[in-house]
């Protein structure tokens, strides 16, 4: 009996430990991730995915961090005039039970330094940092360059 009663404090201690550990990711659920492949010599990167939030509580994208590049930027597109123009955002409002998408024309995340081209097939594996969330790792398949590609290259 007092076997019996050990084992139940151990599975119980264990599963509370589990969900402790898992909250990280449990509010936060990735869509449609993928990354351009680049040419030789190019230096910087796009990657694009739809974060969805199923907390009752906004989050926040603060950063994300990938061991292939020398940094990864929160960037947003918007046309100013005639030009359209890149700017490094401050992280990324995740409504409560909403979703924040980064699309091409739109937000994205921005590699920069890149250490070696994307080729098509890769998967980068990517690790996002959330105000809340805490940090959720990622993994984008490489996708050819289409031909709406938008002029990322000459740019940064
Ligand atoms: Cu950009």
């Known amino acids: 009996m007092k076997f019996f009663a050990q084992w139940i404090v151990f599975v119980s201690v264990f599963l509370w430990t589990q969900q402790v550990f898992s909250q990280a990711s449990n509010t936060i659920q990735i869509s449609d991730a993928y990354a351009r492949a680049t040419s030789p010599g190019q230096v910087v990167g796009a990657g694009y995915l739809t974060i969805s939030n199923l907390a009752n509580t906004n989050d926040r994208l603060l950063s994300a961090s990938f061991t292939r590049v020398g940094q990864v930027q929160i960037h947003e597109m918007k046309m ?77």
């Open 80 to 156: 100013e005039g005639d030009r359209m123009m890149m700017r490094e955002l401050n992280g990324l409002e995740i409504p409560a039970k909403g979703s924040a998408q980064l699309k091409p024309g739109g937000n994205h995340l921005m590699f920069m330094q890149l250490k070696e081209p994307f080729k098509e097939g890769d998967v980068l594996q990517v690790q996002l940092q959330f105000e809340k969330a805490g940090k959720v790792d990622i993994k984008l398949p490489v996708k050819a360059m289409g031909h709406s590609g938008m002029g990322h290259s000459k740019k940064h």
